[in-house]
């Protein structure tokens, strides 16, 4: 209980924080990249073999060169997602430009329902709390919960404050059940790792074998929901934009596997042609190494 009321403290001076602007906010974060790389080293040794696997062709100075990218942004991306908690309506207009969505209104609009997916590339986060916004159904973000109950609960409340509903993973299906009579899209991101107990099929991804997840793939064929691809650019410190792309809109006309090695293919490109930007943090390829 004391530790509780600890992290209840700690992430009600994270909100108060978050009133600061956020220029204020990335002078933090210039400091706080000097720390976590060149002092602390967080999860340098992951990132490096993550990116020297994924990049065959570039060389050590050019991985070099990424790595130091990524983190400047991990730290932008760690200030930026403590900014909305507090962030307004207007703010997030300012800061992400939508293209396309119209695409997917459409289907609302005759009231039936879409998928979309992204990966953990740019600020997903923001770019979830912005599609909330802009469409006129409230969207059902499936997530992985994490095992801090408080900061889990602090997290949620910054996601949801403007009508986005989170699913946990493991309750999709039953979410879909209870919206089926209404227009709704589930916004899954596809790129996690599943369990090892979990893997059903593991496809070449970033030059490796890499074990996948098959939900958005299963949910879009049960219910021939049409599929986007949220694509996240980041167009400089703070803002960004997101393309609407319509990747499979007639799931019942494809083979096994297709729909989830689409959006693989859909994430390669974005990432090769700005890597700094994906959360090469992660240790996704964990499954498939000795």
């Known amino acids: ?30 400091l706080l990249y000097y720390l976590v790389y060149h002092v602390v080293g967080y999860r340098k040794k992951i ?27 991990l730290t932008d991306l760690m200030v930026e997602i403590l900014k909305m908690s507090s962030i307004s309506k207007a703010e ?20 039936e329902s879409v998928l979309s997916c992204s990966g953990h590339y740019g600020n997903w986060e923001l770019g979830m709390m912005a599609a909330g916004l802009q469409f006129s159904i409230n969207p059902h973000v499936i997530y992985k919960p994490i095992n801090n109950k408080v900061f ?25 059940a209870a919206t089926r009579k209404e227009a709704s899209m589930f916004c899954f991101a596809s790129d996690q790792s599943p369990t090892i107990s979990d893997v059903q099929h593991v496809i070449e991804f970033l030059h490796q074998p890499t074990s996948v997840l098959l939900g958005l793939e299963k949910i879009a064929k049960q219910t021939n929901r049409p599929v986007f691809y949220f694509d996240i650019r ?40 700005e890597p700094q930007y994906w959360l090469w943090s992660h240790n996704r390829w964990k499954a498939n190494r000795s």
């Open 47 to 73: 990132v490096r073999k993550n990116l020297t696997l994924s990049f065959p062709e570039k060389s050590e100075q050019e991985i070099i060169a990424i790595e130091r990218k990524f983190y400047r942004y």
């Open 1 to 30: 209980m004391i530790k509780k009321g600890f992290l209840r403290i700690g992430t009600f001076f994270l909100h108060l924080l978050s009133y600061l602007p956020l220029w204020f906010l990335f002078g933090i974060s210039s």
């Open 92 to 111: 997030v207009f300012k800061r992400v430009k939508m293209n396309n969505f119209h695409l997917a209104e459409a289907y609302f609009e005759k009231g």
């Open 234 to 273: 980041r167009k400089k410190r703070g803002y960004y934009e997101i393309d609407c792309i319509p990747m499979c809109l007639n799931p019942d006309e494809t083979k096994e596997f297709e729909i989830t090695e689409l959006f693989f293919k859909h994430l390669a490109v974005t990432i090769q042609e």
């Open 152 to 176: 889990e609960e602090w997290f949620n409340a910054l996601r949801t404050k403007f009508g986005n509903v989170f699913v946990p993973m493991r309750q999709t299906l039953r979410a879909v």
